[in-house]
């Protein structure tokens, strides 16, 4: 078993050139726009949409060229697999984590005070006594308060 340094999209072009097919002859063969063809060829994988089709891409740029689909696609995934493990995600640290932590909570009281607030007015709003709602000894004047307490 010989090991290839070649890239995948290298090996592609090069089998194509070996059957003397153009890549406008492979796009019409395939049904893959000639631009993805390219994107391949140049291994531009990120520019591809999603795993599952550059994977059928591959597969289906492999047979007609007359490689082996399996092989190829197990090198573009051992190629992904390697490329996934370079770019680290970013860890917040326990300290940024307690301080959005607490951003957060502060966020939450303030909003609970504020609908306190609004509950309060309105329902002094709704629980205000009006003139005739009032008692017959609130609603008097005091004119007439006089009058009865004499």
Known sequence: MSITTETIGTTL???????RMGLAEVSRVTRIPLGTLEAIEGDHFDALPGEVFVKGF?????????????DLIARYAASRRVGAMVPSLPVASPVQAAREGQSRRFGVAIALVLL???FTLA????LKPRGRDMPPELSRSEAQVR????
């Open 147 to 150: 009058l009865a307490l004499s």
């Open 13 to 19: 072009r090069r089998q194509r050139e070996t059957k």
């Open 123 to 126: 329902l002094s709003i709704v």
């Open 116 to 118: 306190l607030i609004l």
């Open 58 to 70: 591959l597969k289906s740029y492999a047979q007609t060229v007359g490689l082996v689909p399996d």
